[in-house]
């Protein structure tokens, strides 16, 4: 009877707690009574139940005329042990499913009966995640005896890693009867839902949540909605890799034009351009994806449509993965990029070792981009790069450094490669510490201010093809320094953006050079008032016919005791190189005397004299030139004289080729002139009856044998141009003979 009794007061309270029970349901978004931009549209709302867990959401509509439930989520956010983490705000509560014996029945283990008392009989032991455990009493659903209850407890933030269930018996007091995780949930007591609606026109719409005591509502009251842009498309990339060029595209329609537009990704915003045509409007914009983005990200578009209305389109997720590129191994397995070795000067395969090298790579401009540092000890024949993703182009900016016992460093910094699954294969050339030197390249304005950032590669031919030897750029003082074989000719190509691009092909014996760049603008900055400025160079500009170290230089002198220094530069005959320079401060600021001993090494130098009259070095005269003309004792025949002549350097004179052959010809006949005016003083003409047609002829047949009275493209045919004076004087000799003999 008592058991009765409290079995009815219990199922009592039970009917109570439920008639009392009172779920609470609220619409977040959109506001009442919004003229919505677009005709998709995320409504919002949200529940709480003061009684047991929610168990389902419905949205409600009008969309079809009638009042219906247009959506249900039947499973809200249930929370597995193994994912829920204490840093969660959601409140649950947490169920435990296991079957209790029926009164009067006897308990196996503990040979026990089992009597239901209400809720002090029993109560749950939990432990938590940080350790601690507490004690709860339960709250109970019961049904039929033997049966299955379910005990449930509210938790805020505090993760339940284990949990106990104790009961008391009729004589022996409580007894533990289940442990351990099993047949555990976790089901909120409140949730926030969102549903993606597409909308026709003006609509009424509402949510009802329902909990486990099929308690069910509404908000107070249902909300309306209208809209005037149609959401036509989007266009993007479902799936993308970090620093990629991405594009995204939005396509409405409003009889609005859109202004203002922005692209909201991972909450950041980006300036979006517009494109519009008649009502149709297309939003776009492009992104450089930072590593930061990799996993899940959310993006949406907005824009203004007045000076107080924002539009905005839905939510759109996309997935960044990330992307890698190093040396091939398990995970890297497509080979990009294949780097091997080989001596210059023999060709033959050697192995090499990349020393604090520095790959700069990436997928779209640039902007957003990563880095790979190399560096080994060891010795290898070749070295393989592998990418992932394996189909994509890289686009990569490597600074390598490699070197090998006996072979000092070289670099190779190309200006940018595009690498892609097709294996590239560069070979890289090591020159033996014993078949080189260092030589110095130094980058300068025309002014000689050193110019940074300059890319400098060397090539020279080998094999029958051509091979880059260095490639990088000039430091901050304008300068690279290159380990270089002396006895063999070497490209030289310097470029800039804004500079013209200055290519030289030397044989590199001095251990510095310089590479003037000039910007295609009138940029050489003359002294502009002379006045009481003296000046004369050194030898004096003409033939040089020494190879022997000769002294260059020019003495100034200033009237106006302004003179603070002087300089002066060797260049080589189109003055792109400063072969070599020297400066001096001046005396008394009157006089200075600057000079170079230089060994002539070009077939023609020029020399500039820069002079600072306290604002700075500026050109003074860049017209001086020194021309090699070397006398070779051997060979002193009349044919040797005119090999002689055609050697002569008379070029500056107009650089263009048929001006030279101009030159060669008057010279020619400026000698014979000569030659034939003193054997006429003679009477050496008359006695032979002619003969100096026959001498002139002679000599015209040998200066045309090495080439001297050549001209060019007189005739298709080479030969022709090289014997046309010859052939043309030979026609006359023999009419001049028929005449004589007839």
């Known amino acids: 009877m008592r058991n009765k009794i409290i079995l009815t007061i219990i199922l009592g309270m039970l009917l109570i707690s439920l008639v009392s029970a009172t779920t609470t349901v609220t619409l977040n978004s959109p506001p009442n009574y919004l003229n919505n931009s677009l005709n998709i549209v995320n409504f919002i709302c949200s529940g709480s139940t003061d009684s047991g867990y929610l168990e389902n959401v419905s949205l409600w509509t009008n969309s079809t005329g009638t009042w219906h439930r247009n959506e249900t989520v039947n ?64 709250q109970m659903v019961y049904g039929s005896t033997p049966t299955q209850y379910i005990w449930t407890s509210p938790f805020l933030y505090n993760l339940v890693a284990y949990i106990e269930v104790w009961m008391k018996t009729k004589y022996a007091g409580f007894v533990r009867i289940s442990e351990g995780l099993d047949n555990i949930t976790y089901k909120p007591i409140s949730d926030t839902k969102t549903f993606i609606y597409n909308l026709t026109g003006y609509t009424l719409w509402n949510c009802e949540y329902c909990s486990n005591n099929s308690d069910c509502s509404f908000a107070a009251s249902n909300y309306s909605i209208n809209y005037d842009t149609t959401l036509n498309s989007v266009s993007y990339n479902l799936t993308t890799y970090e620093t990629s060029s991405e594009n995204y595209v939005l396509n409405i329609t409003s009889a609005y034009t859109p202004t203002n537009a922005k692209l909201i990704y991972n909450g950041t915003e980006y300036p979006a351009t517009i494109t519009t045509s008649g009502t149709t409007h297309l939003i776009s914009t492009n992104l450089q994806i930072p590593s930061s983005s990799i996993g899940s990200n959310y993006f949406y578009f907005k824009w203004n449509v007045s000076s107080t209305v924002t539009e905005y389109s839905i939510n759109y997720t996309q997935t960044v993965s990330p992307m890698l590129f190093g040396i091939c191994n398990a995970t890297l397995t497509v080979p990009y990029w294949n780097i091997s070795f080989k001596d210059e000067s023999t060709l033959s395969s050697i192995n090499g070792t990349l020393q604090g090298s520095t790959f700069v790579y990436y997928l779209g401009n640039g902007t957003i981009n990563k880095t790979l540092s190399y560096s080994v000890t060891t010795n290898s024949s070749s070295y393989r790069f592998c990418s992932l993703p394996a189909d994509k182009p890289y686009y990569v900016l490597p600074d390598v450094h490699y070197s090998l016992t006996g072979y000092p460093t070289r670099i190779y910094n190309p200006s940018l490669l595009t690498l892609t699954n097709s294996t590239t294969n560069t070979t890289l050339y090591l020159l033996s510490s014993a078949d080189g030197i260092y030589v110095t390249f130094i980058t300068a304005s025309t002014s000689n201010t050193p110019i940074s950032g300059v890319d400098i590669e060397i090539t020279r031919v080998l094999g029958g093809s051509t091979a880059t030897i260095f490639s990088g750029l000039t430091d901050s003082a304008g300068s690279v320094t290159v380990w270089l074989n002396p006895n063999y000719d070497y490209t030289i190509t310097a470029s800039k953006t804004g500079y013209t691009t200055n290519t030289q092909t030397i044989k590199p014996t001095q251990s510095q050079y310089t590479l003037t760049m000039e910007t295609g603008l009138d940029d050489y900055e003359y002294v502009p008032d002379r006045k ?141 002139m000569i030659i034939c005016a003193s054997l006429n003083r003679m009477g050496w003409d008359i006695q032979t009856n002619g003969g ?47 005449r004589e003999l007839t």
């Not at 959601?90 to 006897?106: D, H, W």
């Not at 004369?536 to 500009?541: L, Q």
């Not at 046309?724 to 009419?735: E, N, Q, R």
Request: with cysteine; net charge negative; charged share 15%.
């Open 692 to 738: 100096m047609i026959f001498l002139v002829g002679i000599l015209i047949w040998i200066a045309s044998i090495p080439g001297f009275l050549t001209l060019s493209d007189i005739s298709p045919f080479a030969i022709i141009d090289k014997f046309f004076v010859a052939i043309l004087y030979s026609m006359f000799m023999v009419g001049f003979a028929m």
């Open 75 to 138: 499973e809200l956010t249930y929370l597995s042990n193994d994912t829920f983490t204490t840093t969660q705000s959601l409140s649950y509560v947490l169920v435990k499913n296991t079957t209790i014996p029926g009164n009067g029945i006897v308990l196996n283990y503990t040979n026990e009966v089992w009597e239901f008392a209400g809720e002090s009989s029993m109560y749950l032991t939990y432990t938590y995640a940080n350790g601690t455990s507490v004690n709860t009493s339960v």
């Open 532 to 672: 009481g400025l003296k000046w004369f160079a050194f030898p004096s500009s003409g033939v040089i016919k020494t190879t022997n170290y000769t002294l260059f230089g020019y003495n100034v002198s200033a009237k106006n005791d302004n003179l603070v220094s002087c300089k002066l530069e060797l260049l080589n005959s189109n003055k792109t190189i400063i072969i070599t320079s020297a400066e001096v401060f001046a005396t008394n600021s009157t006089l200075c005397s600057v000079s170079i001993n230089y060994s002539m090494n070009y077939s023609k130098v020029k020399g500039r004299l820069l002079v600072d009259l306290g604002d700075g070095y500026k050109i003074l005269e860049d017209d001086a030139y020194w021309s090699l003309v070397e006398y070779n004792t051997t060979g002193s025949t009349l044919l040797d004289w005119f090999r002689g002549l055609d050697e002569l350097e008379v070029s500056y004179f107009n650089d263009d080729e048929q001006h030279r052959e101009y030159t060669y010809i008057l010279l020619f006949f400026l000698v014979v």
